[in-house]
């Protein structure tokens, strides 16, 4: 099997590629400097040179508060891009994963989301995203639409990474505590992916760490088991204005994962303890 993976310089896609050259699966890597993701042409005419038998759909428009500024570029990387790579995929008749977010839903209320409740996204990126969802069903049979949130990796800026980086130099942190939801470790999703892709089993999941925590339980489990003395004050998201509105529910039910046969991934404070042992 030939798997193409697309923003290989990214947390995810570096982790997906690590997995895939694992085991010995032949992988094709995909960076902006391979093809640009606002260049229609371009995406297709690379992804029909290499044939893959399979896209791993990483690459996107990340910045959220940006979003807000620029609707129209991240539609056009998160939505745009995303149909070419589904119609180009159908055209080869190849899989497809997409990777999305918790942010294709409205963040309220206090249940976990499953895979087929109501979307609404409530900022730009969002909706960029859930573009992106649409267009991968109306295209393609073949596909996997992976939804994740709260990420960090070994390859990129993340949360934890920052927490780290602040402890140095603060005593104390302030931290929303009315947003839960639950970490992401890109190293224990990417294998889920790749044994994915190798399936028929096609449809929405939702893939995070086990548990749910706030941002500030987050960052106090960081602190602790790093060692650090930096105390978290936790605080309401009113009192940390951002330019794009954030979920309060990111909670994500993983009965899809279940149900199809699918090892549900560690705990998220696990995943942070094996992060950590990686970066340090």
Same mark, same amino acid.
Request: hydrophobic share 40%; charged share 30%.
């Given at each position: 099997?030939?798997?193409?993976?697309?923003?290989i310089t990214g947390q995810l896609?570096?982790? #997906?590629?690590?997995?895939?050259?694992?085991?010995? %699966?032949?992988?094709?890597?995909?960076?902006?400097?391979?093809?640009?993701?606002?260049?229609?042409?371009? %995406?297709?005419?690379?992804?029909?040179?290499?044939?893959?038998?399979?896209?791993?759909?990483?690459? @996107? !428009?990340?910045?959220?508060? =940006?979003?807000?500024?620029?609707?129209?570029?991240?539609?056009?990387?998160?939505?745009?891009?995303?149909?070419?790579?589904?119609?180009?995929? *159908?055209? %080869?008749?190849?899989?497809?994963?997409?990777?999305?977010?918790?942010?294709?839903?409205?963040?309220?209320?206090?249940?976990? !989301?499953?895979?087929?409740?109501?979307?609404?996204?409530?900022?730009?990126?969002?909706?960029?995203?859930?573009?992106?969802?649409?267009? #991968?069903?109306?295209?393609?049979?073949?596909?996997?639409?992976?939804?994740?949130?709260?990420?960090?990796?070994?390859?990129?800026? +993340?949360?934890?990474?920052?927490?780290?980086?602040?402890?140095?130099?603060?005593?104390k942190l302030t931290v929303v +505590?009315?947003?839960?939801?639950?970490?992401?470790?890109?190293?224990?999703?990417?294998?889920?992916?790749?044994?994915?892709?190798?399936? $028929?089993?096609?449809?929405? !999941?939702?893939?995070?760490?086990?548990?749910?925590?706030?941002?500030?339980?987050?960052?106090?489990?960081?602190?602790?088991?790093?060692?650090?003395?930096?105390?978290?004050?936790? #605080?309401?998201?009113?009192? !940390?204005?951002?330019?794009? %509105?954030?979920? *309060?529910?990111?909670?994500?039910?993983?009965?899809?994962?279940?149900?199809?046969?699918? =090892?549900?991934?560690? $705990?998220?404070?696990? @995943? #942070?303890?094996?992060?950590?042992?990686?970066?340090?």
């Amino acid at each position: 099997m030939k798997i193409l993976v697309t923003g290989i310089t990214g947390q995810l896609g570096f982790d #997906v590629m690590a997995e895939l050259q694992r085991r010995n %699966i032949e992988a094709v890597g995909a960076a902006r400097r391979d093809f640009d993701l606002t260049d229609d042409a371009a %995406i297709e005419n690379f992804i029909k040179f290499h044939k893959p038998d399979a896209v791993i759909h990483c690459a @996107a !428009y990340t910045a959220v508060d =940006k979003a807000e500024d620029e609707a129209e570029t991240a539609l056009q990387i998160n939505g745009r891009a995303t149909e070419v790579i589904a119609q180009t995929c *159908k055209d %080869i008749d190849a899989k497809m994963i997409y990777i999305s977010t918790d942010y294709v839903f409205p963040g309220t209320g206090d249940m976990p !989301y499953e895979v087929d409740d109501p979307k609404d996204p409530p900022n730009a990126y969002g909706r960029s995203k859930l573009a992106g969802e649409e267009a #991968v069903i109306k295209n393609l049979d073949k596909y996997f639409i992976v939804r994740i949130s709260w990420v960090f990796g070994v390859n990129g800026k +993340n949360f934890v990474k920052t927490m780290l980086r602040l402890s140095e130099t603060k005593d104390k942190l302030t931290v929303v +505590n009315d947003q839960i939801g639950s970490p992401t470790y890109t190293a224990d999703v990417a294998p889920l992916l790749v044994d994915m892709v190798q399936t $028929d089993k096609y449809g929405i !999941y939702h893939a995070t760490n086990e548990g749910f925590c706030s941002w500030a339980e987050f960052a106090a489990e960081i602190f602790r088991q790093a060692g650090a003395k930096t105390e978290v004050i936790p #605080v309401p998201s009113t009192e !940390y204005p951002t330019k794009a %509105i954030r979920p *309060k529910n990111s909670r994500l039910s993983k009965q899809k994962l279940d149900s199809a046969g699918f =090892k549900r991934l560690p $705990d998220w404070k696990d @995943a #942070v303890k094996r992060f950590l042992s990686v970066i340090r």
